[in-house]
């Protein structure tokens, strides 16, 4: 496969309790993996740690694009995420939310693809709003345009459908169909609805 | 606003008494060092505080997210002591003798509070405890750079061998040069857990 994540002998452990340990899989290009497993199991760790933002304990979650493994610089740019924890600018507005992330990325600014991907997560008319009069739904649309802006080959969700209405998780389904086609889903949740977008799971207990 | 208040509160105190050099000296440094543990402190804290550091690890490499900080940091410490070193100059009475060694004291031990100050505010805001781990590190790390910008200031306030500025000069070329890039090699490590 010359597109894939590998996970290998993976564990994380804090303050000497593991939280999960030799994990082993390959997650396949055009492909999405589900995350399963009771609050506290360590989903969000292992999407943390696939993003480079927390270092495992043992093993190791390596991205093989065309047959190369990704620096973790290169890594950042190849990956988009969606989280709870991941919080945007409330002193900005969207559009200027996405002009800095694409400024900081070192990719040019459009203010026509910023209408475009507001206007596909239902915020084509909130751009010039500030984020932090945006509802927790608004916020988590804009948080989908932020993770998309950069066209990543692997999107990582963490509780894909929070805070949004039956709209938004129709929308989030879209997504995650379409990306699927384009590269890989990784998405961590106990919601029935989203299981089903799985061809993986694995169940961290 | 914290500095100017300071200034102006000593300087009714004192009411218009002769300030001794090393007092005078010691007394510009507090208040920056007060001011930078204010301002540049807030740097990753605030960050880390409101959730918005994971979006920028996940979107921007370490070493320009620190250098950003940095210059950041440093141009407000730089802008504050534009209002504040006239001021302290005018309410004490102060006439500078080496004007020149005078201004690069400032502006190098400036640079250094905000290059330190930006690396322990990065490391203070992973922790639990971020205001005490700051207040704890930042001391030895800045003793140094305060102990020697307060001599080269008195020397340029009051006179004394140009020799002596020169030298503390340099020390703070070199403790800046140092805190720096040990600060863009070890940043990394400090951001990504």
Redesign the interface.
């Known amino acids: 496969m010359v597109n894939r994540i590998e996970v290998r002998g993976l564990g994380k452990a804090y303050h000497n309790r593991w939280l999960f340990r030799a994990l082993d899989l390959t997650i396949a290009d055009n492909s999405v993996l589900v995350v399963q497993g009771p609050n506290g199991a360590g989903k969000t760790t292992f999407l943390s740690i696939m993003c480079g933002l927390v270092a495992a304990s043992s093993g190791g979650i390596s991205i093989v694009l065309e047959g190369r493994q990704l620096s973790q610089g290169e890594r950042r740019r190849q990956l988009g995420l969606v989280s709870p924890e991941l919080k945007l600018y409330d002193g900005l507005s969207a559009v200027e939310n996405l002009e800095f992330f694409s400024t900081v990325r070192g990719l040019p600014f459009s203010l026509p693809r910023a209408r475009e991907l507001l206007a596909l997560v239902g915020l084509g008319t909130r751009g010039r709003d500030f984020v932090g009069n945006f509802s927790s739904g608004m916020k988590q649309r804009l948080k989908y345009a932020t993770a998309l802006w950069h066209h990543p080959h692997i999107l990582v969700l963490d509780e894909p459908t929070s805070h949004l209405d039956e709209k938004g998780a129709q929308l989030v389904e879209q997504i995650i169909y379409e990306q699927r086609g384009r590269g890989i889903v990784v998405l961590a949740t106990n919601e029935p609805r989203e299981v089903k977008f799985g061809d993986q799971a694995i169940v961290l207990a | 606003m914290f500095a100017v208040t300071t200034l102006v509160a000593i300087s009714f105190t004192l009411a218009g008494g002769l300030v001794e050099a090393d007092i005078a000296a010691s007394l510009l440094w507090i208040i920056f060092f007060f001011s930078a543990m204010t301002g540049v402190s807030r740097s990753f804290v605030q960050e880390e505080e409101?959730?918005?550091s994971?979006?920028?690890?996940?979107?921007?490499?370490p070493a320009?997210v620190f250098l950003g900080k940095f210059l950041f940091n440093a141009a407000l410490l730089l802008s504050m002591a534009m209002l504040v070193v006239p001021l302290y100059l005018l309410l004490f009475n102060l006439a500078v003798v080496h004007v020149g060694g005078f201004l690069v004291t400032i502006f190098l031990g400036l640079v250094g509070l905000a290059s330190a100050g930006t690396i322990l505010s990065a490391i203070a805001a992973q922790s639990a405890v971020k205001g005490s781990l700051l207040t704890v590190l930042s001391l030895p790390i800045l003793l140094p750079l305060l102990i020697t910008a307060t001599n080269a200031t008195r020397t340029a306030l009051y006179g004394g061998h140009l020799a002596g500025i020169m030298t503390d000069i340099a020390m703070l070329i070199f403790y800046n040069g140092t805190v720096l890039a040990a600060s863009l090699l070890l940043f990394e490590y400090v951001w990504?857990?």
Do not use: R, S, V, Y
Request: net charge negative.
């Open positions: 409101t959730g918005t994971i979006g920028l690890k996940m979107a921007a490499d320009p990504n857990e």
